[in-house]
């Protein structure tokens, strides 16, 4: 069974930066894309970014694009998402995900959750 640790979430003003790390164990962590997904206060959970299980494609909603980059290392089994000029807005639990099947991009096992704070 998968399990994923997300940390790195915190308080930081507008226009900062966070990194954001999804810890990965249980299985091959490169056979397997990774996203990262975010429930913002009173809204459903949204999708945030995707990248394949080489590292490639990544995948970005409008609203992070240009803002946000995701990564991976697997030989740490270990996925990032950079986040700078953070706004308000983006105040959430961050989650990473990963699909059930590697060849999928349907994303159904979750982390915990990392809080992020945008202050203005």
């Known amino acids: 069974q998968v399990q994923l640790v997300e940390s790195g979430g915190g308080l930081v003003q507008a226009g900062g930066s966070l990194r954001l790390s999804c810890a990965a164990s249980?299985?091959?962590?490169?056979?397997?894309?990774m996203g990262w997904y975010r429930q913002r206060p009173g809204l459903e959970r949204e999708f945030v970014a995707s990248i394949s299980a080489s590292g490639g494609s990544p995948y970005y909603a409008d609203s992070v694009k240009g803002r946000f980059t995701i990564s991976r290392d697997n030989a740490k089994s270990t996925a990032y998402l950079q986040m700078n000029r953070l706004k308000p807005e983006d105040t959430a639990i961050y989650y990473c995900?990963?699909?059930?099947?590697?060849?999928?991009?349907?994303?159904?096992?979750w982390g915990q959750g990392t809080q992020v704070t945008v202050s203005s």
């Open positions: 995900a990963v699909p059930k099947y590697s060849y999928s991009f349907k994303f159904e096992i």
């Open positions: 249980g299985r091959t962590f490169s056979s397997y894309p």
